[in-house]
């Protein structure tokens, strides 16, 4: 089999089949139904294996390979992105359904390319042979070059056009988090992403944190019960705001940033079992901007779930890029979880390693490093590596994609998308919360910016999916007409 190229969308042949396990070993795991049941409920249909599919190999015959776009050369990209392409070019992908898959980096967009060329000469050989595209509709190039995913690490907000632009290509794609900022942006790529037989997802690579993942396995066997509230913090330093996302930071704000990752912890986590319900947000302002501006230092966001029996359970997130830079942990990181019958307490900053060097800490080497997210080794085999769960979320998010197009017989291709489709980590169809969420606040924050402080959304009233209050008003704005 040669490589997969296809220039126009997918044409599709059934919509009607759900399935509940994996079709692989290698995307085996917690059965879709020992999980949350997804929103909406989904009808099980009886489900014969498909068996591991072969393919017959000889040194005549090229892999099957998945040709990457990749918008977006920043701090995202140097620090997962580059060691995933760097890894898989070296030992391409291999499941047994799909037998070995090549990953090529095969073009990249950014605004001058200066990080491009500055990548090119010193990248492995094997990576330098991309084309870079620059300037105006530089995305738009991209997205029509002969590619089969786009990954979009680009400024959040400029994440709906080049994923728009990609999926109306043809093109699967992937989108750091928040994928977008409005759920008609997310109603929009949801759509063509549908239309067109492609997979759209979003990186959280936090849920793949083994901390997070055992909470998760707590509340899914009924260890933990009935969360009641949750406290979440990330503080970032001030050269995050100051020096690395300087020219786009401008009228935005740290939560939809970083608020996101624990946003989609807790829907992901208790979700299924209540509903968005409420949120309010306040913040600061005049380190990074002027106290009167609409860019801020800190924010304080409040999200509220409401249980079939009317209890609630809230969630308190504080995230701020004004942490000065010599803090020891770098990112500073916490959660609290209470529940009825336990809590859940983890500082992430602080997983059992302190590390001082005379002269190189905490700068150059943190004093609490993180090596669960991302971390360089020597392997006890004499090999380098760069490992974490940052850059696993990636290696899954492509073993995906391989799945749907090489995992089996052409014919039952459709039958492999609808079922990735259904994966609540990651899918865009299954992130309408957390968008809601992050269109919520960015309203909250414009009216306190234009002063009108203390506002709220309530989500699914009468009045529509999203709707802000004023403090003392009676006057209502429909920010998102449909049901949540």
């Known amino acids: 089999m040669g490589g997969w190229n296809r220039k126009k969308p997918y044409a599709a042949t059934s919509d009607n089949v759900n399935y509940v396990y994996f079709l692989s070993r290698e995307f085996s795991g917690i059965p879709a139904d020992r999980s949350p049941n997804p929103k909406p409920p989904v009808t099980r ?52 359904s799909t037998g070995p898959v090549e990953i090529e980096l095969a073009a990249v ?14 990248a492995p050989v094997q990576l330098r042979r991309f084309e870079s595209f620059t300037g105006d509709g530089a995305v738009a190039r991209l997205a029509e070059s002969e590619l089969n995913v786009v990954c979009v690490a680009s400024p959040d907000d400029r994440h709906f056009e080049a994923a728009l632009a990609a999926l109306m290509a043809g093109k699967h794609v992937l989108i750091e988090k928040p994928s977008v900022l409005s759920l008609p942006e997310l109603d929009q790529l949801s759509e063509v992403a549908r239309r067109n037989r492609l997979l759209a997802k979003v990186v959280y690579h936090k849920l793949l944190d083994p901390d997070h993942k055992k909470l998760r396995t ?24 100051g020096g690395q996302f300087a020219e786009w930071i401008v009228g935005r704000n740290p939560a939809t940033y970083v608020a996101v990752h624990y946003l989609k912890l807790i829907d992901f986590t208790f979700g299924s079992d209540c509903q968005l319900n409420r949120i309010s947000a306040t913040g600061q302002r005049g380190l990074v901007g002027t106290p009167e501006s609409s860019t801020w230092d800190s924010v304080q966001l409040q999200v509220s779930y409401r249980y079939p029996d009317s209890r ?59 090596h669960h997210y991302n971390g360089t080794f020597l392997e006890p085999w004499g090999e380098r590596s760069q490992r974490g769960y940052g850059i696993e979320v990636l290696e899954r998010f492509f073993g995906e994609v391989a799945q749907v197009e090489f995992g089996g017989p052409k014919s039952e291709r459709e039958d492999r998308l609808n079922q990735l489709q259904t994966l609540r980590y990651n899918d865009l169809s299954a992130d309408r919360n957390c968008v809601a969420i992050v269109q919520a606040l960015e309203a909250i924050l414009h009216e306190h ?36």
Not at 49 to 70: I, K, Q
Not at 333 to 355: C, M
């Open 109 to 122: 967009a950014t605004r001058t390319g200066t990080r491009a060329e500055r990548y090119r000469a010193g």
């Open 218 to 241: 707590l509340v899914v066997d009924g260890t933990l019960q009935h969360v009641n509230n949750g406290y979440c913090s990330l503080l970032e330093p001030k050269s995050i705001s």
């Open 45 to 96: 249909v009886p489900l014969t294996p498909t068996p591991a599919y072969s393919r017959t190999m000889d040194a005549n015959t090229n892999p099957a390979t998945l040709r990457v776009g990749m918008v977006g050369l920043g701090m995202i990209f140097e620090e997962t992105y580059r060691s995933f392409f760097e890894q898989v070019a070296k030992r391409g992908l291999f499941q047994r």
């Open 312 to 370: 609630e359970a809230t969630f308190d997130i504080h995230t701020s890029w004004v942490t000065p830079d010599n803090f020891p942990g770098y990112v500073e990181q916490e959660v609290q979880f209470r529940f009825d019958n336990g809590i859940w307490l983890a500082h992430q900053r602080k997983r059992g390693v302190e590390l001082a060097i005379e002269g190189r800490t905490p700068h150059e080497h943190k004093n609490t490093p993180n």
């Open 449 to 484: 910016a234009a002063g009108n402080p203390g506002c709220s959304v309530v989500v699914n009233s009468a009045a529509g999916g999203l709707v802000l209050q004023r403090p003392g008003s009676a006057l209502q704005n429909v920010l998102y007409a449909a049901p949540v």
